[in-house]
């Protein structure tokens, strides 16, 4: 598999296919709202976030198609540091969340808002990084019990004010048809990101995230959006079956 080591990780009915050493068929069954649905290959279930395998300079290339354009729910393929997921329940060993790092192609619903900043695209097919500053978390644990806070729009709109200022990121929204095989490029160096589809690039970015990172291929019916008035809104939507393909993955 070209130096990856992947692991699959599904729902009830959802399925990661291999096509050969280097492509796969991912995914989700037809189902209601209210039940998550995720096919998903990474390199770091099991894995504390400090021992994550990919450092800059980097390379990551792929093929990619999807069934749909515009798929209920996220997919993409990328880079980045697993900033909500514990692990625990598979066998991992990490306690806290963490600001987030990625450096990834992001495709969301339209249900989605996941941009910190007022005026970044939120939603749709994008290209984007994020890099937070690397501060312990758990002073903060004890904030968890204020989370319903976040239900009441003035709170919201400040924390999400307080987040814009920590997180830096910068995005594009992608024009080309995703359900047509395209090239998909991340050059990952320490001081700058470039992004290229077909071999054009659509995005360079001076903002890197900080590594180490995780290596993620997704398909879920899951949407979240944290909107500039402090709406704050997440769930599972209704989805036909659905899939994406990838084919020639290579790292240099």
Known sequence: MSG?????????GAEVLSQGETGWRLA????????YRLAQLDDYRVLRRRDFVWQPPCTI?????ACGKNLPGTWGFGLWNDPFGAGLAHGGTRLLPALPQAAWFFFASDENYLSF???????????????SP????????PLGLALPLLLIKPVSRLVRRTAAALIQERSVRLT????QWHQYQIDWLPEMVRFTVDQQVVLES?????????LVIWLDNQFAAWRPDGSLN??????????????ELRRT
């Not at 989700?28 to 039940?35: F, L, R, S, T, V």
């Not at 690397?134 to 644990?141: D, E, G, N, R, S």
């Open 4 to 12: 990856f080591l992947l692991n699959p990780h599904c729902t009830s």
């Open 28 to 35: 989700i069954p037809a189902g209601e709202p209210g039940a």
């Open 61 to 65: 290339s792929l093929q990619g198609r």
């Open 117 to 131: 900043g007022d005026n970044s695209p939120a939603a749709g097919p994008l290209a984007g990084v994020f890099r």
């Open 134 to 141: 690397q501060v312990p978390m758990w002073p903060f644990a």
């Open 176 to 179: 080309h048809d995703v359900t």
């Open 206 to 214: 001076e903002v890197s995230p900080r590594g180490p990172l995780g």
């Open 234 to 247: 997440y769930g599972t939507l209704e989805t036909s079956q659905a899939w994406i393909e990838i084919q």
